[in-house]
Nanobody, 114 residues
Framework: QVQLVESGGGLVQAGGSLRLSCAAS????????MGWYRQAPGKRRERVAV???????DYADSVKGRFAISRDNAKNTVYLQIDSLKPEDTAVYYC????????WGQGTQVTVSS
C-alpha cells in the first residue's frame, strides 16, 4: 500500500518559515520524481516545486528564491523549505510522487497571517 504522509504545516506570521516533510512508503522512492503542489481556497491546484529522481529541481515563478525542495532517499522523504512566507502562500500543500504511477498525499494546511 502506497502512502505519502505530509507534515510540518501550521499557522505562521508573514515573513516566517516552515519546513514541510513528506514521508513515502510502499514505493521505490529513489525512482520517483517528487513534487509539492498547493491549493488555495477557490483556486486550482498548482505545482510549486519538483525534484527529479536525479536531484534536478524546478519551481513555480511565484516561489523561486523562497522555496527549496530536497529529498533524502535513505529516509524516503521529500522536504519543502519555505522562507519569507506571504499571506498568498496560504493553501493546502500536497506531496506528489510520479513515475510509472502517480500518488498523492492528503495534504497539510499552511496558513500565513499578515
Amino acid at each position: 500500500q502506497v502512502q505519502l504522509v505530509e507534515s510540518g504545516g501550521g499557522l505562521v506570521q508573514a515573513g516566517g518559515s516552515l519546513r514541510l516533510s513528506c514521508a513515502a512508503s510502499g514505493i521505490t522512492f529513489s525512482n520517483y520524481a517528487m513534487g509539492w503542489y498547493r491549493q488555495a481556497p477557490g483556486k486550482r491546484r498548482e505545482r510549486v516545486a519538483v525534484i527529479t529522481s536525479g536531484g534536478n529541481t524546478d519551481y513555480a515563478d511565484s516561489v523561486k528564491g523562497r522555496f527549496a525542495i530536497s529529498r533524502d532517499n535513505a529516509k524516503n522523504t521529500v522536504y519543502l523549505q519555505i522562507d519569507s512566507l506571504k499571506p498568498e502562500d496560504t493553501a493546502v500543500y500536497y506531496c506528489y510522487a510520479h513515475w510509472n504511477f502517480d500518488y498523492w498525499g492528503q495534504g497539510t494546511q499552511v496558513t500565513v497571517s499578515s
